[in-house]
């Protein structure tokens, strides 16, 4: 192999690890500090290449070589699941020896009826029509001799539902034998009524399924080199985890040719591959009662609290390690498993109206966790106020407890503790497992290599239908603990990342840098390579492109982040020269600026509460825009901020701050409230809706009118119940925000001496609402959003400065300064002191001895500057 001799130059103990450097949790390769910025893409069986067809015939080829011996299981798909209602027709499908070719010799063709010219049986016999019915597909076909390229007819596939994804209708033959290292071209013709996206794709058919990569380059390879020119050296890709039945052995023909692949485009490469951990289809034959149940009926995938998957998994996973190990050892760097939804560790179906999860694996660990928790059935009737609760009889709530509280939006703590206990350990019931992951990682690498888990997603959770208490992803308080754990990752949140946008964290990044961890983006940017119905902020210019990857890079610097750069289509996303020399710029300022101390500090720090959730009923309606939509006022303030779980600033983690922004302090107990009060004291803290409802006695049913306590104590207001009605509130000044969400209880301020109404309910009553206290000053807005000018301006009251007040996005740490503009126009920056100013990307000095500097930007520009005193 090219990298050979690399392999000998190179220390035979390689170590990755991330420790402090200059005060931040930073990767060290081989005991120096490496820029933690990584390509990411599938190598070469990690992906299918969609192709726009229309009403003309295209013909579509791919010529590719066989990576093992493959008796019997060489077969093709063709894939058209996914799209809208219509047809499609395909003729003259071939796999024949060697390069595409115009003219084939038909005796070459390795297909049975792969010009469809014979009966519909026969064509059947030969072909198998795969639809998933319960997502949605519904097709059909019928042999049309109207329609055709060659022979007398072809098929015609009539598509009443595609499904949601190219795989829920396809086609495949199997059957085939095909030797390791030869070449073939598989050639098909099609054509579709209304422009389409189809798939095609040959492959081992059967498990272990692989798709076959192309002969030559490929857009993964490509991007390999392109990377590795621009000195990125670290790269992830998917690989098969083998999962074998006791006594067979582990075919790892997979994980090799997908290394193989990108050791021979980059030999310098340091490899973090990425794999799934769930059990293959033959476990769960031999393993009933451990699929997920959701309320719907339905059963499939894997429950992560069965105990029998949590014995199995670390035995395949140590001989995966142990096999890359032993084999390429000086070029990994880690290991990052993935599980249930796309692979990101949150529930199945989660961005479903659905419950999970009702298995007896399921109850069976409740059970487990009551037992550890409780210790006895006597603790939990008292907890439970139920004197007939057992531990060994106790059962998952069901989909209507799960959904429905019984106490306005929110939960009685003191009736509804089984709901508000299961929500609680359905966090650890995933959580758990990554930490045994972790550690097995660790034990086969001698503590040598990294451990990569997507999870966190503390905002993105709070937009999900059935709300972010069925997530799975509130536990990271916990997982931040685990020693084994190095790096956490979340894509860049979908919410928001267009041109002009805000590119915000799905977590409390601040949280993972202060437990010493290291907080890694998933920068999946739509780019101007990607097909035109990307969505999800999809960048339709090159320009547009590079100034997306420079606003997510200016998110990384101040807090020393690192970041994966992501060919998520696996077709070549981000293969681009020009692509590629913006991140090797990006990459040498990261470089210069991981030598400089960091001054990560601002003077803002934003409080999330990953427990609040349980109690709550479901749904999103309070949730999203409190939490997972209000993210983009808060990135449009003008100021850094710090974004921290509310178990951080209890145990006294969070530096002094002038300003504390509460999203969801919807329970706050008596020594939450202690430390509360002793963080927050000579600052300013702002109070969003339902801050101090609850603590952990019995919810109180008050009048409107009359004072609300805890209320008061959180928020050091006067607080009341008010009538309950929509949570739309309008400013002293200003337009209305907030929601028409009717929000039960509905609290106010009360309006005594002292207190400033900031803005009131559409019933005249106190909405939002400030006060001057001894304790610093409160700010109570009882909405669930509202405008980042509102915040804003209550936090100049604190004296907190402002980089830029015209809701544009800022972000830095004092010294390195980037702004993304929200809107074309001129941007003014106030500096806090008189500074030179310096364009980090061109070298120019835009401005010298100032305290303030003007730019006029373009809708998505960004500009990286250098402020110096």
């Known amino acids: 192999m090219l990298y050979s001799t690399l392999i000998v130059a190179m220390s035979l103990q390689l170590q990755a690890e991330v420790k402090d450097h200059l005060g931040s949790p930073t990767l060290f390769v081989g005991g120096k500090p490496r820029v933690p910025m990584i390509f990411f893409g599938f190598a070469g069986d990690m992906g299918p290449q969609p192709v726009q067809i229309g009403p003309e015939w295209r013909e579509l080829h791919v010529t590719f070589r066989v990576p093992e011996d493959n008796p019997d299981h060489f077969g093709v798909q063709f894939r058209v699941g996914g799209g809208p209602p219509g047809t499609v027709w395909v003729d003259d499908v071939r796999v024949y020896p060697g390069a595409w070719r115009e003219e084939v010799d038909p005796g070459e063709n390795r297909l049975k009826q792969g010009g469809f010219e014979g009966s519909l049986e026969d064509v059947s016999a030969a072909w198998i029509l795969f639809q998933r019915a319960d997502q949605g597909a519904d097709v059909s076909y019928a042999l049309d001799t109207t329609e055709k390229t060659e022979g007398n007819q072809s098929l015609r596939i009539d598509i009443r539902g595609g499904g949601g994804n190219p795989m829920h209708a396809h086609f495949f033959q199997t ?7 030869e070449v073939y071209t598989y050639a098909l013709k099609m054509r579709s009524a209304e422009p389409r996206y189809v798939d095609f794709f040959a492959l081992h058919q ?13 857009p993964y390879t490509d991007q390999v080199k392109l990377a590795a020119a621009a000195g990125v050296h670290i790269h992830s890709f998917g690989i098969p985890m083998p999962w074998p039945r006791p006594g067979e052995a582990a075919d790892f023909s997979g994980v090799d040719a997908a290394v193989d692949m990108t050791l021979d485009a980059d030999p310098e490469a340091l490899l973090l591959p990425r794999f799934g951990m769930g059990p293959p289809e033959w476990w769960h034959e031999e393993h009933p009662g451990n699929r997920m149940v959701f309320s719907d009926g339905r059963e499939e995938y894997f429950c992560v609290a069965s105990e029998a998957w949590r014995a199995d998994f670390p035995e395949h996973l140590a001989a995966l390690v142990r096999h890359c190990e032993d084999k390429y050892r000086d070029h990994m760097l880690g290991y990052h498993p993935c599980g249930q939804h796309t692979g990101e560790w949150f529930y199945e179906r989660s961005w479903e109206p659905v419950v999970s999860d009702f298995s007896p694996a399921m109850r069976d660990g409740f059970r487990a966790w009551l037992r550890e928790h409780y210790g006895s059935d006597e603790r939990l009737r008292e907890w439970w106020r139920d004197p007939a609760a057992e531990i060994d009889a106790a059962e998952i709530p069901t989909a209507d407890e799960l959904t429905h509280g019984t106490f306005g939006l929110f939960r009685d703590p003191a009736t509804e503790r089984r709901i508000i206990d299961y929500f609680e350990f359905k966090q650890l019931a995933m959580e758990e497992p990554l930490e045994e992951m972790a550690r097995v990682i660790k034990a086969e690498t001698n503590r040598r290599k990294l451990t990569v888990f997507f999870y966190g997603y503390i905002f993105d959770m709070h937009g999900i239908p059935m ?20 790096i956490l990752v979340s894509p860049i949140s979908y919410l928001d990342r267009e041109l002009g946008g805000a590119g915000m964290f799905m977590s409390a990044v601040d949280s993972v840098r202060a437990a010493g961890k290291l907080w890694l983006n998933e920068d999946d940017t739509r780019t101007y390579l990607t097909p035109a119905d990307s969505g999800f902020g999809r960048v339709d210019t090159p320009q547009g492109t590079l100034w997306v990857h420079q606003r997510n890079f200016a998110q990384l610097v101040p807090r020393r982040l690192a970041c994966w ?29 991981q030598d400089r101390p960091a ?6 720090v934003v409080i999330v509460d990953e427990s609040a959730p349980w109690f709550t009923g479901a749904g999103r309606e309070l949730h999203s825009p409190l939490v997972y939509e209000m993210r983009s006022q808060l990135f449009r303030m003008g100021m850094p901020f710090e974004i921290r779980l509310m178990s951080d600033l209890v145990a006294g983690r969070v530096p002094k701050a002038k300003g504390y922004i509460f999203l969801n302090a919807f329970h706050v107990d008596a020594h939450e409230l202690g430390a509360i009060v002793r963080a927050t004291y000579g600052a300013a803290a702002i109070w969003f809706y339902g801050a101090g409802l609850l603590d952990d006695g019995p919810a109180r049913e008050v009048r409107a009118g009359w004072d609300m306590p805890n209320c008061g104590y959180t928020t050091g207001l006067p607080m009341i119940r008010g009538a309950n009605q929509p949570g739309r509130i309008t400013p002293v000044t200003g337009e209305p925000y907030g929601t028409d969400l009717v929000l039960d209880p509905l609290l106010a301020v009360r309006e005594q001496e002292g207190v400033e109404v900031l803005g009131r309910y559409a019933d005249g009553s106190a909405g939002a609402a400030l006060e001057e206290t001894q304790q610093g000053l409160r700010a109570y807005i009882g909405a669930v959003h509202c405008p980042a000018s509102l915040l804003r301006a209550i936090l100049v009251r604190a004296r907190v400065h402002v980089w830029c007040d015209s809701d544009d996005v800022v972000l830095t740490d004092g010294s390195f300064l980037g702004v993304s503009a929200t809107h074309a126009g001129e941007k003014t920056l106030h500096l806090p002191e008189p500074s030179t100013v310096t364009d980090l990307l061109t070298g120019e000095v835009l401005a010298t001895d100032a305290s303030s500097l003007t730019l006029t930007l373009t809708l998505g520009e960004t500009r990286l500057l250098r402020v110096a005193e």
Do not use: F
């Open 175 to 181: 059957g085939m034998t095909a030797r390791k290292g």
């Open 206 to 218: 059967g498990e272990p399924y692989r798709i076959y990569s192309s002969a030559d380059n490929t």
């Open 467 to 486: 709300g972010p208490q069925h997530s799975g992803h509130l536990a990271m308080s916990r997982l931040l603990e685990c020693p084994d754990v190095d």
């Open 565 to 593: 750069y992501m060919d998520l289509g696996g077709i070549g996303w981000l293969n681009g020269a020009d692509i590629w020399g913006n991140i090797g710029h990006l990459r040498d300022l990261y470089e210069a600026e």
């Open 599 to 604: 001054q990560w500090t601002p003077e803002v």
